[in-house]
């Protein structure tokens, strides 16, 4: 494997810069226009970059929106699409193979966020869960907070909402997934295991609100200052 043991860039999101490496444990792999790089703790990641981790490895990556994403040990994701369009932004990463952990904070309207496999798409709006791809493509998308939505790539598929400690299984060329309960065990042990990931992503919301109401105080100053501007203004 052609690896070049160079140092990504490193830097803060932003709309160029849709995603960076905020959590690194073992051995990650970013390839990148045909190259394959090793991942580094806050390392860019750009449209189309390619992210895999191997045996005992684990990858934690924070976008632009204050979302997070954790790809598991033996999983793969490519982030395919991040745009900004009238304030609104739309975000999409695929996963080709294993776990992959997904936080979202509450979107703003208009603003999307998608998780895309071989078999099926899930519509995020403010949710926490988790996307499984097998070997045979087989996908499952199990939900621990808030609600998805899930479709399937086959023509004329209905989206189908997925609640909170519900799980949705789908195979290549489906229609619709099957959907089930999650045991009582999956959902508690999903909240030990991830609990670390699960309060660094309560920590993202907070920074999250706490930016936008610096926002909004600061074009409420403005708003100010310009009506000032105009009661000192003299008119002939």
Same mark, same amino acid.
């Given at each position: 494997?052609?690896?070049?043991?160079?140092?990504?860039?490193?830097?803060?999101?932003?709309?160029?810069?849709? %995603?960076?490496?905020?959590?690194?444990?073992?051995? #990650?792999?970013?390839? +990148?226009?045909?190259?394959?790089? #090793?991942?580094?703790?806050? %390392?860019?990641?750009?449209?189309? !970059?390619?992210?895999?981790?191997?045996?005992?490895?684990?990858?934690?990556?924070?976008?632009? !929106?204050?979302?997070?994403?954790?790809?598991?040990? &033996?999983?793969?994701?490519?982030?395919?699409?991040?745009?900004?369009?009238? &304030?609104?932004?739309?975000?999409?990463?695929?996963?080709?193979?294993?776990?992959?952990?997904?936080?979202?904070?509450?979107?703003?309207?208009?603003?999307?966020?998608?998780?895309?496999?071989?078999?099926?798409?899930?519509?995020?709006?403010?949710?926490?869960?988790?996307?499984?791809?097998?070997?045979?493509?087989?996908?499952?998308?199990?939900?621990?907070?808030?609600?998805?939505?899930?479709?399937?790539?086959?023509?004329? %598929?209905?989206?189908?909402?997925?609640?909170? !400690?519900?799980? %949705?299984?789908?195979?290549?060329?489906?229609?619709?997934?099957?959907?089930?309960?999650?045991?009582?065990?999956?959902?508690?042990?999903?909240?030990?295991?991830?609990?670390?990931?699960?309060? +660094?992503?309560?920590?993202?919301?907070?920074?999250?609100?706490?930016?936008?109401?610096?926002?909004?105080?600061?074009?409420?100053?403005?708003?100010?200052? +310009?009506?000032?501007? #105009?009661?000192?203004?003299?008119?002939?």
């Amino acid at each position: 494997m052609n690896i070049i043991a160079g140092v990504l860039l490193l830097s803060l999101i932003s709309a160029e810069v849709p %995603a960076k490496i905020t959590y690194l444990v073992g051995n #990650v792999i970013v390839e +990148r226009g045909g190259k394959k790089y #090793v991942g580094v703790l806050n %390392a860019q990641l750009y449209i189309n !970059d390619i992210i895999t981790t191997y045996s005992e490895s684990v990858c934690e990556i924070q976008f632009a !929106d204050y979302s997070l994403v954790r790809v598991e040990p &033996n999983s793969s994701i490519r982030i395919e699409k991040k745009e900004k369009v009238n &304030n609104k932004f739309f975000q999409r990463i695929f996963a080709s193979i294993g776990d992959v952990i997904t936080k979202v904070a509450k979107l703003n309207k208009g603003d999307e966020v998608v998780v895309k496999t071989d078999a099926a798409q899930a519509y995020i709006r403010g949710t926490t869960f988790k996307t499984s791809v097998d070997k045979e493509g087989k996908s499952s998308f199990s939900v621990f907070v808030g609600k998805i939505k899930v479709k399937s790539l086959v023509e004329g %598929a209905k989206e189908i909402l997925i609640d909170k !400690d519900f799980t %949705a299984k789908i195979g290549k060329g489906e229609l619709k997934p099957f959907v089930e309960k999650l045991p009582f065990e999956e959902i508690k042990q999903f909240a030990e295991k991830y609990k670390d990931f699960l309060d +660094r992503g309560k920590l993202l919301d907070s920074l999250r609100e706490k930016a936008e109401k610096e926002i909004e105080e600061k074009k409420k100053e403005l708003i100010k200052e +310009r009506k000032k501007k #105009v009661k000192g203004c003299i008119f002939w």
